[in-house]
């Protein structure tokens, strides 16, 4: 068929505009812009990298030693 000539073009876009309406299309436009502006500095917040912390600035509140009460520690059960 062959590609579209540019009055193809404007007779879709005069369709388009009847349908939804200039105002409809102006408030999808804005919201469309609004969302690629949050979307870019969004990825420019996560871009940014973060400064790592030295291990001896680590705080660490898990107790040394096993967690589970049901593990049984083999060296113990054979001594006693």
């Known amino acids: 068929m ?3 000539s540019i009055w193809h073009w ?9 349908v939804f309406g200039t105002k ?3 408030n999808i ?3 469309l812009g609004g969302a690629v502006k949050g979307f870019k500095d969004g ?3 996560g871009a940014a990298p973060e400064t ?3 291990p001896s600035q680590v705080s660490t509140t898990a107790q040394p030693g096993p967690t589970d009460k049901t593990t049984i520690d083999v060296e113990a ?4």
Not at 10 to 17: A, C, E, R
Not at 77 to 80: L, R
């Open 24 to 26: 409809k299309l102006k």
């Open 43 to 45: 990825i420019k917040d």
């Open 2 to 4: 062959g590609s579209f």
């Open 10 to 18: 404007l007779i879709v876009l005069l369709i388009i505009v009847l």
């Open 77 to 80: 059960k054979n001594k006693s």
């Open 52 to 54: 790592p912390v030295p």
């Open 29 to 31: 436009g804005s919201d």
